[in-house]
């Protein structure tokens, strides 16, 4: 089932920093239409989110401190088989690493916002987006 497919989108942010996060959150809400953004600084605090039970999209930053990237990866696609996850960098060379490791799609925090906007709009229609310069 497609994101699409369901009328309800929850999104699951996971970044340590939280200026990061309120601009995603803000982002999503103003461009993407979800009907819940949760935010979460680890990935420990990710799995206590309030709909942690079926996420539609998981935004994971590849540079998690506590546990970044395919560790990190895994892990949600152990807890969220169903998410779409599309990963988030300010290394635009992990592109490769995280697409390999099973993303979705990889969007590089020094694109413009348009660039994760098509992300999630490429994923709610059930396409992967391999978004980054």
């Given at each position: 089932?497609?994101?699409?497919?369901?009328?309800?989108?929850?999104?699951?942010?996971a970044?340590?920093?939280?200026?990061?996060?309120?601009?995603?959150?803000?982002?999503?809400?103003?461009?993407?239409?979800?009907?819940?953004?949760?935010?979460?600084?680890?990935?420990?605090?990710?799995?206590?989110l309030?709909?942690?039970?079926?996420?539609?999209?998981?935004?994971?930053?590849?540079?998690?401190?506590?546990?970044?990237?395919?560790?990190?990866?895994?892990?949600?696609?152990?807890?969220?088989?169903?998410?779409?996850?599309?990963?988030?960098?300010?290394?635009?060379?992990?592109r490769?690493?995280?697409?390999?490791?099973?993303?979705?799609?990889?969007?590089?925090?020094?694109?413009?916002?348009?660039q994760?906007?098509?992300?999630?709009?490429?994923?709610?229609?059930?396409?992967?987006?391999?978004?980054?310069?």
């Amino acid at each position: 089932m497609t994101i699409s497919e369901r009328n309800a989108m929850c999104v699951l942010i996971a970044d340590d920093q939280p200026q990061v996060r309120s601009a995603l959150r803000l982002l999503l809400l103003q461009r993407a239409e979800p009907t819940t953004v949760e935010e979460a600084a680890d990935l420990a605090e990710l799995r206590e989110l309030r709909c942690t039970e079926r996420p539609d999209l998981v935004l994971l930053d590849w540079e998690l401190p506590d546990q970044g990237g395919c560790a990190a990866l895994e892990q949600v696609r152990a807890a969220w088989p169903q998410a779409t996850v599309i990963v988030l960098s300010g290394l635009p060379e992990s592109r490769q690493a995280a697409l390999s490791a099973g993303a979705d799609a990889f969007v590089s925090k020094g694109d413009p916002p348009e660039q994760l906007i098509d992300a999630v709009r490429q994923c709610r229609l059930g396409e992967a987006h391999t978004a980054s310069t």
